[in-house]
T-cell receptor
Framework: SQTIHQWPATLVQPVGSPLSLECTVEGTSNPNLYWYRQAAGRGLQLLFY??????ISSEVPQNLSASRPQDRQFILSSKKLLLSDSGFYLC???????????FGPGTRLLVL | AQSVTQPDIHITVSEGASLELRCNYS??????LFWYVQSPGQGLQLLLKYFSGDTLVQGIKGFEAEFKRSQSSFNLRKPSVHWSDAAEYFC?????????????FGKGTHLIIQP
């Protein structure tokens, strides 16, 4: 079965600094990958999804970008963080024949 | 577009009592339905899912959910809650062929367990 790793677990960054969050998947190949953001007291907002290397779809316009340099690696980035980027970022994966999504442990980002 | 409503933001239940968390969805065809649980500071764990067949589905940790097409509902139940069930619960909907478009999540229900 698949295992999703997210790094780092917690991050405190100043406004205007860059960001790089990493998600890697073990135990499977060619997964669909997702980045969600969960703000305090809210549900999950889908930010990006990817069906393959170099293929990224964005769900909402924002200050963030995503990349998929390898089959099992998904990176969330920003050139300049905003206060509103604070939140809990979750990576998830699914497979072409299934709609079930499996989630990583998350990264808590605090922008000060 | 599909949507998911979890009408209860918070629910408080005594330990040992029964539990029902409500979920209503809006989608034209038969959806795929999911319940996830999230402990504080953690990722989401899949409790159960409904794709087709028997409308009463069993999940992990003693949870079950019933799909009622006529009510567009997929309520989560547990006959006797434990203190460890305190968490955030999310209902989600997908659909056949939705694939990488992902799931649509409700805003969650925060479950509090009283001793």
């Amino acid at each position: 079965s698949q295992t999703i790793h997210q790094w780092p677990a917690t991050l405190v960054q100043p406004v205007g600094s860059p960001l790089s969050l990493e998600c890697t998947v073990e135990g499977t190949s060619n997964p669909n990958l997702y980045w969600y953001r969960q703000a305090a007291g809210r549900g999950l907002q889908l930010l990006f999804y990817s069906v393959g290397i170099g293929q990224i779809s964005s769900e909402v316009p924002q200050n963030l970008s995503a990349s998929r340099p390898q089959d099992r690696q998904f990176i969330l980035s920003s050139k300049k963080l905003l206060l509103s980027d604070s939140g809990f970022y979750l990576c998830a994966c699914s497979f072409a024949s299934q709609e079930t999504q499996y989630f990583g442990p998350g990264t808590r980002l605090l922008v000060l | 577009a599909q949507s998911v409503t979890q009408p209860d933001i918070h629910i408080t239940v005594s330990e040992g009592a029964s539990l029902e968390l409500r979920c209503n969805y809006s989608y034209g065809a038969t959806p795929y339905l999911f319940w996830y649980v999230q402990s504080p500071g953690q990722g989401l764990q899949l409790l159960l899912k409904y794709f087709s067949g028997d409308t009463l589905v069993q999940g992990i940790k003693g949870f079950e959910a019933e799909f009622k097409r006529s009510q567009s509902s997929f309520n989560l139940r547990k006959p006797s809650v434990h203190w460890s069930d305190a968490a955030e619960y999310f209902c989600a909907v997908g659909y056949s062929g939705g694939g990488a478009d992902g799931l649509t999540f409700g805003k969650g229900t925060h479950l509090i367990i009283q001793p």
